[in-house]
């Protein structure tokens, strides 16, 4: 079993940044992949990043180059670093981790991007 606690959201001026944070503990060695998703209101779920086991990381097209993704080497942390937002952001964020088969998340932290 893996608990993940996500902080760092808020309300943000367009053109701001934030800086989420997740914190797993359990069997966090056994954690493979960790990542965000988010979710608009009436919207549906999307990844926006993810760093695998072996470090690679992956964005949506719509964060690249404004979102970085990073994690501990002991893998009971990982980041988002949140630049240039736009109103489009505003989302709950959730934090992920994989093991084996098995997918666990955090109960998400609100971003607001006001215009």
């Known amino acids: 079993q893996v608990q993940l606690v996500e902080s760092g959201g808020g309300l943000v001026q367009a053109g701001g940044s934030l800086r989420l944070s997740c914190a797993a503990s359990?069997?966090?060695?056994?954690?493979?992949?960790m990542g965000w998703y988010r979710q608009a209101p009436g919207k549906q779920r999307e990844l926006v990043a993810i760093?695998?086991?072996?470090?690679?990381?992956n964005y949506a097209d719509s964060v690249k180059g404004r979102f970085t993704i990073s994690r501990t080497n002991a893998k009971d942390m990982v980041y988002l670093q949140m630049n240039s937002l736009e109103p489009e952001d505003t989302a709950v964020y959730y934090c992920?981790?994989?093991?084996?088969?098995?997918?666990?998340w955090g109960k998400g932290t609100l971003v607001t991007v006001s215009s």
């Open positions: 992920y981790a994989t093991v084996l088969m098995s997918t666990y």
């Open positions: 359990g069997s966090i060695f056994r954690i493979n992949n």
């Open positions: 760093v695998t086991g072996s470090s690679s990381t």
